[in-house]
């Protein structure tokens, strides 16, 4: 959904251009056919005339559909990001959690896997106040249900943002794309009812005109049962 509203977006005005030329035509088409029903004498003539003038009135309305519906996709899509929100459940691969020497161990005794340390996370990135950053939830928050999230994605030849949340921070999933700038305001809402209660990363990715990442600002957040 979120790349074919940039593809829309992008080419918005060649778009308008084409359906400008098509409902030219039509229009042609429909003083020509006018012209021909006024000025014909025999019934089987009118009758032909009417069905080109009916035929010309069917383009415009059908162009006229299109322009507005281009506009209302853009309009209500741009205002609000989260029409791009998609859910999903989070998977644990419970084998990253293993030592080699713990696996080897695990298949010669055959006893079943346990988890004994949990996996190894990158350093999260600085977030950038007043360019890029969360200012709810913050670092270490807790949070249930349904969550408005506030931000700011704000930098110089801003494209779009996109915010996607991890129980590793390597495995990510994507919840929302947004194409305005947004300074310390609703990013989007995040249902988390949906997800196992614990610890998750929340991570904002800030793209400029270009496609050309910022470095990603990174919180740790706690969901809690609802």
């Not at 229009?27 to 006024?38: D, H, Q, T, Y």
Request: hydrophobic share 45%.
């Amino acid at each position: 959904m979120a790349d074919i509203y940039q593809f829309i977006k992008l080419a918005e005005t060649y778009i308008y251009v084409f359906i400008g030329l098509i409902s030219f035509i039509y229009f042609r088409k429909l003083i020509m056919a006018l012209g021909e029903f006024k000025n014909s004498i025999f019934g089987l003539e009118k009758d032909h005339a009417r069905t080109h003038i009916i035929s010309a009135v069917g383009g415009l309305l059908l162009m006229l559909i299109a322009a507005v519906g281009v506009f209302i996709f853009i309009t209500v899509s741009g205002d609000n990001p989260s029409i791009f929100t998609i859910q999903k459940t989070p998977k644990i691969d419970l084998s990253a959690t293993l030592t080699p020497m713990d696996t080897q161990a695990i298949i010669a005794e055959g006893t079943q896997p346990s988890i004994l340390e949990p996996p190894q996370v990158m350093d999260a990135p600085s977030c950038q106040p007043g360019v890029i950053e969360w200012t709810s939830p913050q670092e270490g928050a807790e949070i249930r249900g349904k969550v408005e999230l506030k931000g700011t994605a704000n930098i110089e030849n801003f494209g779009f943002y996109k915010y996607e949340y991890s129980v590793d921070q390597i495995n990510w999933n994507a919840l929302v794309v947004g194409t305005k700038i947004v300074t310390n305001d609703i990013l989007g809402v995040w249902d988390t009812s949906l997800l196992v209660p614990g610890d998750y990363y929340l991570r904002l990715v800030v793209y400029d005109n270009q496609e050309n990442s910022m470095p990603p600002c990174v919180v740790k957040i706690n969901i809690l049962l609802e």
